[in-house]
């Protein structure tokens, strides 16, 4: 166990050292209850060198594990839905996994890296990070009685996942779910054609009123 903590202050670019590093100015702020990461780590330690499977293939259980290590830690959704502890998680506790999880070579760091650890602003702020991009699915739709098929579904196609959780729809956390269900069986072509048909029609329709019937039904037309 280990106290939490976050950021005093949300990090940008400019704050991190070379190779992704946080400084070691940055200034943390601890919160009163405590996180256990060791299962998360022990089944990174058990995957990491595996070839027969890619990074990716190990999301739906990295979410699970993630998901019980915090949602009984005493943490609540002003933790959860704050940026400065999923920065501190990932650049402090489980920098590693953040690192293998998109190859990024420590010495070469694209642009498109930094995001990976800092997260980002608006609607797809937090499935940009990659911890809290595991954990706010998992929170949201282990609620339901098939979550776990859910859950697997949503990580099952990385173009699906991050159609869904891009788009200014995915605020409302039951029509999160309503998509999920609606998009469970589709492809990749079909998952994204559906989110788009979904994304246009929100401006004239009141989307978050619907059923998720109704929400099926409108993303599935033609499809």
């Known amino acids: 166990m280990i106290?939490?903590?976050r950021l005093k202050k949300k990090l940008t670019k400019s704050d991190l050292d070379p190779g992704l590093v946080m400084a070691a100015n940055a200034n943390t702020l601890d919160y009163d209850f405590s996180v256990n990461f060791d299962k998360f780590r022990n089944f990174f330690d058990s995957v990491k060198t595996q070839?027969?499977?890619k990074p990716a293939d190990y999301?739906?259980?990295f979410s699970k594990i993630l998901y019980d290590s915090l949602v009984n830690s005493g943490a609540t959704d002003a933790e959860f839905y704050d940026m400065r502890f999923w920065q501190w998680v990932s650049l402090d506790q489980l920098f590693e996994y953040c690192v293998w999880r998109w190859n990024i070579d420590i010495n070469d760091v694209k642009s498109s890296h930094y995001a990976?650890?800092?997260g980002g602003g608006g609607v797809g702020g937090f499935s940009l990070?990659?911890?809290s991009r595991l954990f706010i699915p998992a929170k949201i739709l282990l609620k339901e009685s098939d979550g776990d098929a859910l859950l697997k579904s949503f990580f099952?196609?990385?173009?699906k996942e991050q159609s869904i959780s891009q788009s200014t729809l995915a605020i409302n956390s039951s029509v999160f779910i309503?998509?999920?269900k609606a998009t469970e069986n589709l492809n990749t072509n079909q998952t994204v054609r559906a989110i788009s048909r979904l994304n246009a029609r929100k401006s004239g329709m009141c989307i978050d009123a619907m059923t998720s019937e109704e929400i099926a039904d409108l993303a599935l037309e033609n499809i």
């Open 3 to 5: 106290k939490a903590k």
């Open 51 to 53: 070839k027969d499977l």
């Open 59 to 61: 999301d739906f259980e």
């Open 116 to 118: 990976k650890v800092l």
């Open 129 to 131: 990070n990659s911890i």
């Open 156 to 159: 099952n196609i990385q173009q």
């Open 178 to 180: 309503s998509i999920v």
